[in-house]
């Protein structure tokens, strides 16, 4: 059974830093797309960053301007999201989802298959 367990949120003053972890299980680590998304209140969820399972291979949207970096450890079954420079308006819940098995790397190729719980993020000003 695939699961996947977000941590790593919490309360932070705006300009601060978090790092949000995904604890991935119960598939073949192959042919494989983790994502990090959010949701805030009263608003459409949207997608961060996307990381390959086959090539390490990184993709972003465009309004993360470079504040949210995504990384893997493969040794652990774990995908992060490094977050800098949080402002109030980046509060939300988090989630990390899967595609499994991908269809294609990129953002037109990922549909979410699977998703963890979320873990909040609020960040004050």
């Known amino acids: 059974e695939v699961h996947l367990v977000e941590s790593g949120g919490g309360l932070v003053q705006a300009g601060g830093s978090l790092r949000l972890s995904c604890a991935f299980s119960g598939f073949p680590f192959v042919n494989y797309v983790i994502g990090w998304f959010r949701q805030a209140p009263g608003k459409k969820r949207e997608g961060l960053a996307l990381i390959s399972g086959n090539d390490g291979g990184t993709y972003y949207r465009d309004f993360v301007n470079g504040r949210f970096t995504i990384s893997s450890d493969n040794a652990e079954n774990l995908v992060y999201l490094q977050m800098n420079g949080l402002k109030p308006e980046d509060t939300a819940v988090y989630s990390c989802?899967?595609?499994?098995?991908?269809?294609?790397?990129?953002?037109?190729?990922?549909?979410?298959?699977?998703w963890g719980q979320g873990t909040q993020v609020t960040v004050s000003s």
């Open positions: 989802a899967l595609d499994y098995p991908s269809s294609g790397e990129g953002w037109a190729h990922f549909f979410g298959d699977y």
